[in-house]
């Protein structure tokens, strides 16, 4: 340990004496760590913290599956089959839960607040194995009617300061009095229903009756039950549903799969990437500094020699190279983990909410123990190999070493370090390419509506506030009419939802005459929305409030499923729901919109009168003849005015909207760049720093060759080929090393193929103008070098 010791201080000194090298080595250990910190600290919560539920192996989802043309699509389950489901004797315990949240006004606490509530089965907590924070949790004999309500840890600590008098208290729910019994972890939430409360779902277990589809479905394995087992039976039980139920089961089939795979699903593959990109950095920052240091060793092999003569063992030589290695590693591991915190708390800012990293945060341990690793790993990575190189030579052997040229092993060294530098740089800069050129592509689509001075906020008005459709239709159009006479305002309306930004719910209709069923995003308006979005009208007329008979619009690409004839859609009759339903007549054609992600929307819209009575409005939206004249004060005046009891929530954007809907995108995209480019820059750094050892190592050669008449281009091409041919084959193998890899990335692009060969030409004549800058300054002082002084060199 003492030997050690003093090998770590005279490693220090070294530094101290070659500060610039000494810092560049530094800042390319910590930008490698730091990077590869960062980026573990994002994806630890969603892919490798463990859930805070016990033995969370058994914990499956349960959905419908439906077998397409394009794959299979998973469903919500209905009240029916989950209770079908329950007789499932490969499951030790079943709930079920609301996938759709409801808002309500919170009243008795000064103005009205909107609060988001969830609805699950009392069974889902104990399933889960939480535990109250306060108070109990839902039991089953709430189920039977009671007016009780659980709130989540994270509202309890926002909005009512953590106070344990809420226990016991009654808040309003819409003017519905619900008692608080307790307060359920945050957690809870985790791949359910995420919401400030949550309600008792009601299901009539006596009742197998399909039709509405809603539900979301947790379930604990039994011990010893696989899952294939359980996929078994629950193919089984549908199967005699479908017997039973054909109209509604006939194509339906279950499936169970496990609870952070479906949870974790749509973000693994860009969490992956972003770790597999960040590796390479750190790789490139390893291979980077292991050439340098082996170069440096080389040119110590004099000294080396010195020692190993004087009585110094193998060992105290390798021991040496590592604990300077080490050394270097362990002071860009701490400058390094400074880095990773300040890219974390950017990335908390910029990262698009990944499900559940808010409620499972990274903690500090995590960081620095990450940090640890991969110093004392990239440290013992750089010094292995010089530790090996000094520890298997013997003394004479090192006498021999030539001095004035370079050996074929530092020439197939550094070969080597060029080519696998240039190659991942290559890789990561195709990556960063073809995901920014699909970024592109997405924000180049037109949305089919106008985003711009549209201001979006929520707005419940409780079932049975109004006696009929009618009155509610009345105070819309007022409440319409008093946000338009406002200064600045163009145009209001009400809507279910708007695009962009709703949660996942389909309605299907059936052509009159078939039972065909197609699906499509329904959405409720008043008819100023068609003003607000400024939507384009493709045939026939808008809808209003006042039709004589049941009527809707669809979009263009509604009619075409529907009416694969061909034949106009105006006038045509859908049955609304199920061929058994009543009929609505089309009088409309709409072009269509972007719903539900701007890449993946299928266009299928319909478009009915908030008159009708489906789908109540929840959404007020206001377009403002410019983003100057938004006033969110005056609107919730207005509300407030008109009802005291509702609360106008959550103002925003549509435009916002619209670019949350590329959030994941960009944040790929961004932290690809980064990485790209910081491997552009690594690389650029290595290429100078070797060619200048290079240079600086061979100044006699190059002088005794001036010397002999040998012109500056000779002298030039003699340097340039091995870095040019090194340059070449690690461009060659990183393109095709991109094209192998580009699986990894096929999710996250639109509109281009991951063999895209203008992405490639680029990617490889980037890499050719970063080389030659950064070997520009060595050669031009190669090829300036006074041969008389260079003679005179030891």
Known sequence: ???????????????????????????????????????????????????????????????????????????????????????????????????????????????????????????????????????????????????????????WRSRFGADPGVLGRTFRFDGRPFEVVGVAPATVGLGTVDADAWLPQIIDRGNRSRGSYFLGIVARLRPGVSLEE??????????????????????????????????SGPVRPSLVLLLLSASMVLLISTINLTGLQRARDLGRSREMSVRRALGASRWHLAR??????????????????????????????????????????????????????????????????????ASRKAPAEMWQGRTMTTGRAQVRLRAGVVATQVALTAILLVAALLVAASQRNVLSLDPGFDPTAVRVANLNVPAGRFESVRELTRFFDTLTSRLEALPGVAGACVANDVPLDREPGWMTYVPEGTERRVSAWPNTITPRCKDVLRLTLRSGQWVTNSEIVPSIMVSASM????????????????????????????????????????????????????????????RVLVRYTSDAAVDDGALRAVVHDLAPDLALARPRSLEGIVVRATATRRFVLLLLSGFAGLAILLSAVGLYGLLAHTVGQRT???????????????????????????????????????????????????????????????????????????????????????????????
């Open 700 to 794: 006699q050669e190059i002088g005794i060759r001036l010397a002999l008449g040998a012109q500056p281009g000779q002298v030039l091409r003699l340097l340039l080929s091995q870095v040019a041919f090194a340059v070449g084959i690690g461009i060659a193998a990183g393109l095709w090393g991109a094209r192998a890899l580009s699986g990894a990335i096929t999710t996250l692009l639109y509109g281009i193929t991951p063999t895209e060969s203008t992405v490639y030409v680029t990617a490889a004549v980037t890499v050719m103008v970063i080389t030659a800058v950064a070997v520009w300054s060595p050669s031009r002082r190669a090829i300036h070098i006074d041969p008389s002084a260079a003679m005179r060199t030891d």
């Open 559 to 618: 009619a075409r499923e529907l009416f694969p004839d061909g034949r106009d859609a105006i006038g045509q009759r859908v049955h609304f729901g199920l061929p058994t339903q009543y009929l609505l007549t089309i009088i409309g054609v709409v072009e269509d919109i972007r719903d539900g992600s701007l890449e993946a929307s299928h266009g299928r819209q319909v478009w009915m009168p908030q008159s009708l009575g489906h789908f109540p409005p929840s």
């Open 320 to 389: 040496q190279a590592l604990v300077e290695a080490l050394t270097l590693s362990l002071v860009g591991g701490v400058l390094g983990a400074g880095i990773a915190f300040l890219i974390v708390s950017t990335l908390v800012v910029v990262a698009p909410a990944f499900g559940w990293q808010q409620q499972l945060p990274t903690s500090r341990l995590v960081v620095v123990v990450s940090t640890a690793v991969l110093t004392v790993v990239s440290g013992l990575a750089v010094g292995l190999w010089p530790a090996w190189q």
């Open 1 to 155: 340990m003492a030997g050690m010791i003093r090998d770590a201080v005279v490693a220090a000194r070294r530094m101290w004496t070659s500060p610039v090298v000494s810092l560049a080595a530094v800042l390319t250990f910590a930008l490698g760590i730091g990077a590869n910190v960062a980026i573990f600290s994002v994806a630890w919560p969603v892919l490798f913290a463990p859930l805070p539920f016990p033995d969370e192996a058994r914990l499956t989802l349960v959905t419908l599956t439906v077998e397409r043309d394009d794959g299979t699509v998973r469903n919500p389950v209905s009240a029916g089959d989950y209770v079908d489901m329950l007789g499932a004797q490969s499951f030790g315990s079943m709930a079920a839960f609301n996938r759709h949240t409801r808002q309500f006004n919170l009243t008795g606490f000064g103005e009205a607040e909107q609060i988001t509530v969830g609805y699950v089965t009392p069974e889902l907590f104990p399933l889960l194995g939480a535990k109250p924070i306060l108070g109990r949790l839902l039991q089953p004999s709430d189920a039977d009617g009671g007016n009780v309500t659980v709130l989540n840890a994270k509202a």
């Open 230 to 263: 359980a996929n078994a039976e629950l193919a089984a039980i549908m199967a005699r549903a479908a017997l039973e139920f054909p109209d509604f089961n006939r194509t339906v089939s279950a499936r169970a799969e496990p609870f952070r795979d479906r949870v």
